[in-house]
């Protein structure tokens, strides 16, 4: 009797090792992970995805956390909107969390479900992964394993899409501007603030800045994928009133209180700053770029010596403080100032060296005269339009991160204002204005 017991009991055992076994190679095949079984076999990859919503998964349920956002909207897909709602949940941690079925519809993957070891499969033509909701891990199809944070809702799998649409080469993007989020390809020639742009009727917006915006999307993206970079389409300044503020010297103790004037009349300008004031001021340059404003270089020192010793000691200057700029803003410029402007010292091998390491030269046609001697604010407005007046056309003004130019700035914006000017930054598609009359520029 207790010989049949105990064979009975063998046979059970076997029975359901053997039956699991068959779940879990349903799942991940023969080798328990990294490989797939054939789908046109497997028992376990017909079962439905209804049915998988029907399971008690046994996850974390987010109604239980505290701080989690729940919406039902739009979601973008490459360079379209998906047609229908997507429910999207945030938990505090900065991940977007979207249902498993609802992230395989968006990208076109198949789905699969098995019931006895309470993993999903989702999967397209080039890749799969499978997560395992009991053990909170995705496994990619070379059997690597990461810990993930999974949750559930009702009974559906919820799952941190950036870390799910990462297997499969994509990215996603928040969409500040229209409130929704972007499942794309990294390398997508259609920029975020593109799609923004595109769909900012149906979203009852209307992009703020966004030439600025574009610009700067567009170097950053061009910083990763160089090979993708399109070549300006170069522009002369307009034959019209039209001024350009520019600020040497920054960015200093001055630089933020002549962002606020600027920003009170809605202008923007151009910043030509030097390398060694940018250590410890990176939060004002930053500032200075995110309100729209240009950023040029004005070499590491200003020392004359150092500059121009040779063409290549030019550019090295210019390269350092650049590095130092893309520290502070994200991406370099193309816009420089020689100190103590172009000529005589800037020769045609200086230009030369500029020019092929893809800088623009600029100078100005106005002085205010605010770093000589120990002129007062009055007396930079008054040495500025009295210049000011002799032009119909388009001035560039050359100021300093002063006291004196602070001081004088408002006057001199309400002047030029009342002669019918209007106020724009230099951006990298100017044709160059310097002394030599040098418009050359490299793409």
């Avoid at 063409?311 to 893309?326: A, G, I, T, Y």
Wanted: aromatic share 10%.
């Amino acid at each position: 009797m207790k010989k049949n017991r105990k064979m009975l009991g063998i046979i059970l055992l076997v029975f359901v090792i053997f039956a699991v076994g068959i779940g879990m190679g349903n799942i991940l095949g023969p080798s328990g992970k990294g490989e797939i079984a054939d789908a046109e076999t497997s028992e376990a990859s017909k079962e439905s995805v209804s049915k998988a919503e029907g399971e008690e998964i046994g996850l974390e349920q987010l109604e239980s956390r505290e701080g989690v956002t729940v919406h039902n909207m739009k979601i973008g897909y490459e360079s379209e909107l998906y047609p229908e709602e997507i429910c999207q949940i945030e938990d505090g941690s900065g991940e977007l969390y979207i249902g498993a079925q609802d992230l395989a519809k968006v990208i076109g993957a198949e789905l699969q479900w098995n019931g006895i070891s309470k993993q999903l499969i989702i999967k397209n033509e080039q890749d799969y992964i499978v997560v395992d909701t009991r053990e909170n891990v995705i496994v990619d199809s070379d059997g690597n394993e990461e810990q993930v944070k999974l949750y559930g809702k009702g009974k559906k799998s919820i799952l941190p899409s950036g870390r799910v649409m990462s297997y499969f080469g994509y990215q996603i993007s928040r969409l500040g501007e229209l409130g929704i989020f972007r499942i794309k390809n990294p390398d997508s020639e259609l920029l975020d603030i593109e799609f923004s742009k595109k769909y900012e009727a149906e979203f009852g917006k209307q992009i703020a800045d966004y030439e600025f915006k574009y610009r700067h999307e567009r170097a950053m993206f061009e910083e990763q994928y160089p090979d993708k970079r399109k070549a300006l389409v170069m522009k002369e300044i307009p034959d019209e009133k039209v001024a350009y503020l520019t600020f040497d010297d920054g960015p200093n103790e001055f630089t933020p209180q002549i962002l606020d004037i600027l920003n009170s009349y809605d202008i923007k300008a151009t910043f030509f700053v030097l390398g060694k004031n940018i250590y410890g001021k990176e939060d004002i340059l930053s500032k200075t770029y995110q309100e729209g404003h240009s950023i040029g270089l004005h070499s590491m020192n200003h020392v004359y010596r150092e500059v121009y010793a040779s063409p290549s000691n030019f550019v090295s200057q210019m390269d350092q403080c650049n590095e130092l700029v893309k520290s502070a803003i994200g991406v370099k410029t193309r816009l420089i100032r020689p100190p103590y402007g172009s000529k005589p010292q800037l020769t045609e091998d200086f230009r030369n060296a500029a020019v092929e390491s893809g800088y623009r030269v600029w100078d100005w046609n106005i002085d205010s005269g605010d770093a000589v001697g120990n002129r007062g604010s009055a007396g930079v407005y008054n040495y500025t339009a009295n210049q000011a007046s002799r032009f119909e056309g388009p001035v560039i003004i050359l100021f300093h991160d002063k006291a004196n130019t602070t001081q004088a700035l408002p006057n001199i914006i309400e002047y030029l204002s009342g002669r019918g000017y209007r106020f724009e930054a230099i951006t990298d598609d100017l044709m160059p204005f310097n002394f030599w009359g040098d418009k050359r520029y490299v793409n």
